[in-house]
């Protein structure tokens, strides 16, 4: 008897709004071990807030979320709990946030940039964390840089950074918020690469993007995000090659995708 593994982020019917504006409707998401998962859509569409609710950057309101065997937040019947800050900073940790922006801290170097959450938040011993800091920048080729300062970087060596900084934690999950969006064109492929990489060596990813030749050079599952719902989701040649709905469709072709 074949036995299904559990999905390492599962949400169910989450809702968020901000005020009257209902942004998240009631989404329903698995997310594999290993699984590169691409959120695309339009703008305003709650990929961004979507991500940001999955490590409680932002509350949902409703809905239930099961991360890496824990339980953030839970819905029965009426009653909506949300589990203590303990448990959602231990959660944050184990699935760090690559940013548009990149937000690294100006005033610290590459190196102490990337120690910071091993000292802070896992309370490593600093020697400990310099080795580990420095291993994470040699896997994105930034271990040369380790001294400079990040107005010394530019924007593509600053995201590398920030991914840096996110696989030092260790994590089995990693988010990225339109990580090239900010880039020179130039800048993508590089970033792009690494995250390529990262998905190769069995990482579980949630991306938000805006780029489709990044989406189908690399996702596994795409989800299209759209009015607050999970539209379609399927494979790359499922949603590029034969999307369900005529809303997808158009948007696929808006992006200047290839539909075969």
């Known amino acids: 008897m074949s036995h299904t593994p559990a999905p390492v982020l599962h949400l169910e019917q989450v809702y968020k709004s901000y005020g009257e504006t209902a942004v998240l409707r009631g989404i329903d998401l698995k997310v594999f071990q290993g699984d590169a998962v691409f959120l695309i859509g339009p703008s305003g569409g709650g990929k961004s807030t979507l991500l940001r609710c999955i490590n409680f950057l932002e509350y949902p309101d409703a809905g239930t979320i099961t991360a890496l065997g ?59 964390a310099t080795v580990l800091a420095r291993t994470a920048l040699d896997r994105v080729h930034m271990l040369q840089k380790q001294n400079n300062y990040p107005d010394q970087l530019s924007g593509g060596q600053k995201q590398r950074v920030a991914i840096a900084r996110a696989l030092a934690m260790d994590p089995p999950v990693i988010l990225f918020d339109e990580p090239t969006s900010a880039l020179d064109p130039e800048l993508v492929s590089g970033v792009q690469a690494i995250i390529q990489d990262l998905s190769s060596q069995g990482l579980t990813l949630l991306v938000v993007t805006h780029d489709p030749a990044f989406v189908q050079s690399t996702a596994h599952t795409v989800c299209f995000c759209g009015d607050g719902y999970i539209l379609e989701s399927g494979t790359v040649n499922e949603i590029y090659g034969n999307p369900r709905t005529e809303r997808v469709r158009k948007f696929i072709q808006s992006s200047g995708a290839h539909l075969s």
Request: aromatic letters at 6%.
């Open 70 to 128: 824990e339980k953030l937040c839970s819905q029965n019947r009426a009653h909506f709990e949300i589990a203590p800050e303990k448990t959602l900073r231990h959660a944050r940790a184990r699935m760090p946030m690559v940013f548009q922006q990149f937000n690294l801290f100006s005033h610290q170097t590459v190196l102490e940039n990337v120690m910071e959450g091993l000292v802070t938040v896992k309370k490593i011993p600093k020697r400990e």
